[in-house]
Protein backbone atom coordinates (compact mmCIF):
# COMPACT_ATOMS: atom_id res chain seq x y z
CA UNK A 1 0.00 0.00 0.00
CA UNK A 2 1.21 3.90 -0.56
CA UNK A 3 2.44 5.21 2.43
CA UNK A 4 1.39 8.80 3.88
CA UNK A 5 2.34 11.49 1.53
CA UNK A 6 3.43 14.83 2.58
CA UNK A 7 4.70 17.78 0.83
CA UNK A 8 7.11 20.32 0.34
CA UNK A 9 9.48 17.85 1.66
CA UNK A 10 11.13 21.05 2.85
CA UNK A 11 10.61 25.25 2.99
CA UNK A 12 12.53 27.85 4.07
CA UNK A 13 10.72 30.96 5.06
CA UNK A 14 11.21 34.17 6.78
CA UNK A 15 9.51 35.09 9.67
CA UNK A 16 5.86 36.82 9.69
CA UNK A 17 5.33 34.45 6.01
CA UNK A 18 2.28 32.12 5.69
CA UNK A 19 3.42 28.39 5.47
CA UNK A 20 1.08 25.46 4.48
CA UNK A 21 1.88 21.29 4.90
CA UNK A 22 -0.22 19.21 2.78
CA UNK A 23 -0.72 15.64 3.62
CA UNK A 24 -2.27 12.53 2.22
CA UNK A 25 -3.25 9.80 4.05
CA UNK A 26 -2.94 5.94 3.40
CA UNK A 27 -6.49 5.46 1.56
CA UNK A 28 -8.67 4.28 4.23
CA UNK A 29 -7.65 5.21 7.17
CA UNK A 30 -10.20 7.79 8.76
CA UNK A 31 -7.56 9.11 12.07
CA UNK A 32 -5.48 11.53 10.43
CA UNK A 33 -2.17 13.18 12.95
CA UNK A 34 -0.38 16.45 12.55
CA UNK A 35 2.66 16.27 15.26
CA UNK A 36 5.61 18.74 15.50
CA UNK A 37 8.95 17.24 16.27
CA UNK A 38 12.03 19.57 17.47
CA UNK A 39 15.21 19.16 16.77
CA UNK A 40 16.85 16.22 19.19
CA UNK A 41 13.35 15.93 20.76
CA UNK A 42 10.52 13.19 20.38
CA UNK A 43 7.44 14.53 17.76
CA UNK A 44 4.74 16.27 19.63
CA UNK A 45 0.71 16.05 19.01
CA UNK A 46 -1.10 18.86 17.42
CA UNK A 47 -4.57 17.63 16.55
CA UNK A 48 -6.31 14.56 15.87
CA UNK A 49 -8.86 13.92 13.31
CA UNK A 50 -11.58 11.17 13.03
CA UNK A 51 -12.62 11.71 9.67
CA UNK A 52 -13.56 15.58 9.40
CA UNK A 53 -13.82 16.26 12.93
CA UNK A 54 -10.90 17.62 14.92
CA UNK A 55 -11.23 15.39 18.06
CA UNK A 56 -8.04 16.70 19.64
CA UNK A 57 -6.55 19.69 19.10
CA UNK A 58 -5.44 21.16 22.62
CA UNK A 59 -1.94 21.29 21.67
CA UNK A 60 -2.58 23.30 18.49
CA UNK A 61 -1.46 26.82 18.96
CA UNK A 62 -4.41 28.80 17.36
CA UNK A 63 -3.05 32.03 16.75
CA UNK A 64 -1.05 31.27 14.62
CA UNK A 65 -1.99 28.10 13.72
CA UNK A 66 -5.00 26.39 11.88
CA UNK A 67 -5.76 23.01 10.32
CA UNK A 68 -8.36 21.43 7.83
CA UNK A 69 -8.98 18.10 6.72
CA UNK A 70 -11.87 18.53 3.98
CA UNK A 71 -13.79 15.63 2.77
CA UNK A 72 -11.62 13.44 5.44
CA UNK A 73 -9.20 12.55 3.28
CA UNK A 74 -6.49 15.13 2.74
CA UNK A 75 -5.32 17.33 5.21
CA UNK A 76 -3.51 20.88 5.62
CA UNK A 77 -1.94 22.85 8.75
CA UNK A 78 -1.13 26.26 8.32
CA UNK A 79 0.64 28.66 9.58
CA UNK A 80 0.16 32.34 9.99
CA UNK A 81 2.32 34.22 10.77
CA UNK A 82 5.59 32.35 10.81
CA UNK A 83 7.77 32.64 13.85
CA UNK A 84 11.33 31.72 14.27
CA UNK A 85 10.20 29.35 16.89
CA UNK A 86 8.38 26.85 14.36
CA UNK A 87 11.22 25.81 12.53
CA UNK A 88 10.69 21.99 13.31
CA UNK A 89 9.90 18.87 10.90
CA UNK A 90 5.57 18.72 10.74
CA UNK A 91 5.20 15.28 10.57
CA UNK A 92 1.58 13.89 9.33
CA UNK A 93 0.29 10.12 10.81
CA UNK A 94 -2.52 7.93 9.84
CA UNK A 95 -4.19 5.12 11.72
CA UNK A 96 -7.27 2.78 10.19
CA UNK A 97 -8.26 2.26 14.25
CA UNK A 98 -6.56 3.54 16.93
CA UNK A 99 -9.50 2.15 19.40
CA UNK A 100 -8.17 -1.33 18.28
CA UNK A 101 -4.36 0.10 18.82
CA UNK A 102 -3.96 0.17 14.69
CA UNK A 103 -0.25 1.18 13.95
CA UNK A 104 -0.15 4.65 13.47
CA UNK A 105 1.78 5.21 9.50
CA UNK A 106 4.22 8.62 9.75
CA UNK A 107 4.62 10.69 5.99
CA UNK A 108 8.43 11.54 6.26
CA UNK A 109 7.64 15.29 7.23
CA UNK A 110 8.02 18.84 6.31
CA UNK A 111 11.17 20.27 7.49
CA UNK A 112 10.45 24.15 7.50
CA UNK A 113 13.02 26.68 8.04
CA UNK A 114 12.15 30.19 9.13
CA UNK A 115 14.78 32.89 8.71
CA UNK B 1 -0.34 10.37 31.03
CA UNK B 2 1.80 8.12 32.19
CA UNK B 3 5.05 8.17 31.54
CA UNK B 4 7.94 6.52 30.21
CA UNK B 5 11.70 6.62 30.89
CA UNK B 6 13.92 5.46 28.44
CA UNK B 7 18.03 5.52 28.42
CA UNK B 8 19.32 8.20 26.31
CA UNK B 9 21.77 6.35 24.17
CA UNK B 10 22.63 2.58 23.76
CA UNK B 11 25.28 0.45 21.79
CA UNK B 12 25.55 -2.62 19.81
CA UNK B 13 27.55 -4.20 17.51
CA UNK B 14 26.23 -5.97 14.58
CA UNK B 15 24.40 -9.67 14.77
CA UNK B 16 23.97 -9.66 18.37
CA UNK B 17 20.84 -9.25 19.87
CA UNK B 18 20.33 -5.85 21.58
CA UNK B 19 17.73 -5.35 24.80
CA UNK B 20 16.39 -2.03 24.80
CA UNK B 21 14.58 -1.62 28.57
CA UNK B 22 11.74 0.56 28.98
CA UNK B 23 10.31 1.48 32.57
CA UNK B 24 6.90 2.70 33.07
CA UNK B 25 6.00 1.85 36.59
CA UNK B 26 2.89 4.54 37.10
CA UNK B 27 1.26 1.95 33.77
CA UNK B 28 -2.51 1.47 33.96
CA UNK B 29 -4.27 -1.47 33.60
CA UNK B 30 -5.82 0.04 30.68
CA UNK B 31 -2.21 1.33 29.09
CA UNK B 32 -0.59 -0.89 25.99
CA UNK B 33 3.26 -0.49 25.48
CA UNK B 34 4.11 0.85 22.20
CA UNK B 35 7.43 0.68 20.65
CA UNK B 36 8.34 3.00 17.62
CA UNK B 37 11.54 3.74 16.26
CA UNK B 38 12.55 6.42 14.05
CA UNK B 39 15.71 6.18 11.01
CA UNK B 40 17.76 9.39 10.20
CA UNK B 41 15.73 12.14 8.06
CA UNK B 42 12.42 10.10 8.42
CA UNK B 43 9.12 9.72 10.26
CA UNK B 44 8.34 7.46 12.79
CA UNK B 45 7.83 3.48 12.18
CA UNK B 46 5.52 1.08 14.15
CA UNK B 47 7.70 -1.60 15.84
CA UNK B 48 5.86 -3.71 17.68
CA UNK B 49 3.14 -3.37 20.84
CA UNK B 50 1.31 -5.16 23.18
CA UNK B 51 -0.75 -5.25 27.10
CA UNK B 52 0.14 -8.12 29.09
CA UNK B 53 2.17 -10.79 27.13
CA UNK B 54 4.86 -11.31 25.66
CA UNK B 55 4.53 -10.36 22.06
CA UNK B 56 6.89 -11.00 18.70
CA UNK B 57 6.92 -10.08 15.20
CA UNK B 58 9.04 -10.35 12.16
CA UNK B 59 10.80 -6.96 13.61
CA UNK B 60 11.49 -7.50 17.21
CA UNK B 61 10.03 -9.17 20.44
CA UNK B 62 8.78 -7.34 23.62
CA UNK B 63 9.05 -8.49 26.98
CA UNK B 64 6.69 -7.23 29.38
CA UNK B 65 7.21 -7.54 33.27
CA UNK B 66 4.92 -9.27 34.83
CA UNK B 67 4.20 -6.17 37.37
CA UNK B 68 3.86 -4.65 33.94
CA UNK B 69 6.02 -1.69 35.19
CA UNK B 70 8.39 -2.42 32.62
CA UNK B 71 9.84 -3.86 29.20
CA UNK B 72 11.88 -4.52 26.79
CA UNK B 73 12.32 -4.39 22.76
CA UNK B 74 14.57 -7.34 22.00
CA UNK B 75 16.10 -6.96 18.32
CA UNK B 76 17.26 -10.30 17.92
CA UNK B 77 20.46 -9.71 15.43
CA UNK B 78 21.07 -6.00 15.18
CA UNK B 79 21.79 -4.72 11.90
CA UNK B 80 23.44 -1.48 10.45
CA UNK B 81 20.00 -0.63 9.32
CA UNK B 82 18.69 -0.96 12.86
CA UNK B 83 20.46 2.24 13.92
CA UNK B 84 18.18 4.62 15.01
CA UNK B 85 15.63 6.27 17.70
CA UNK B 86 13.54 4.11 19.82
CA UNK B 87 10.50 5.61 21.23
CA UNK B 88 8.46 3.61 24.11
CA UNK B 89 5.28 4.80 24.56
CA UNK B 90 1.91 4.07 26.67
CA UNK B 91 -1.58 4.62 25.47
CA UNK B 92 -5.51 4.36 26.66
CA UNK B 93 -7.37 2.69 25.28
CA UNK B 94 -11.16 4.22 26.17
CA UNK B 95 -11.77 8.41 27.00
CA UNK B 96 -10.42 11.05 24.94
CA UNK B 97 -7.09 9.82 24.69
CA UNK B 98 -7.11 6.48 22.83
CA UNK B 99 -4.66 6.39 19.48
CA UNK B 100 -3.22 9.44 21.47
CA UNK B 101 0.63 8.40 21.43
CA UNK B 102 3.08 10.77 23.60
CA UNK B 103 6.37 10.59 22.52
CA UNK B 104 9.39 10.90 24.80
CA UNK B 105 13.35 11.18 23.89
CA UNK B 106 13.35 8.14 23.19
CA UNK B 107 16.79 6.05 23.01
CA UNK B 108 19.12 6.75 20.44
CA UNK B 109 20.23 2.97 19.06
CA UNK B 110 23.74 3.17 17.87
CA UNK B 111 25.64 -0.15 15.87
CA UNK B 112 28.64 -0.64 15.25
CA UNK B 113 30.01 -2.75 12.13
Known amino acids: EAGVVQSPRYKIIEKKQPVAFWCNPISGHNTLYWYRQNLGQGPELLIRYENEEAVDDSQLPKDRFSAERLKGVDSTLKIQPAELGDSAVYLC?????????????FGNGTRLTVT | DAKTTQPNSMESNEEEPVHLPCNHSTISGTDYIHWYRQLPSQGPEYVIHGLTSNVNNRMASLAIAEDRKSSTLILHRATLRDAAVYYC??????????????FGQGTILTVHP
Open chain 2, 89 to 102: ILSSLGGTSYGKLT
Open chain 1, 93 to 105: ASSSDPVYNSPLH
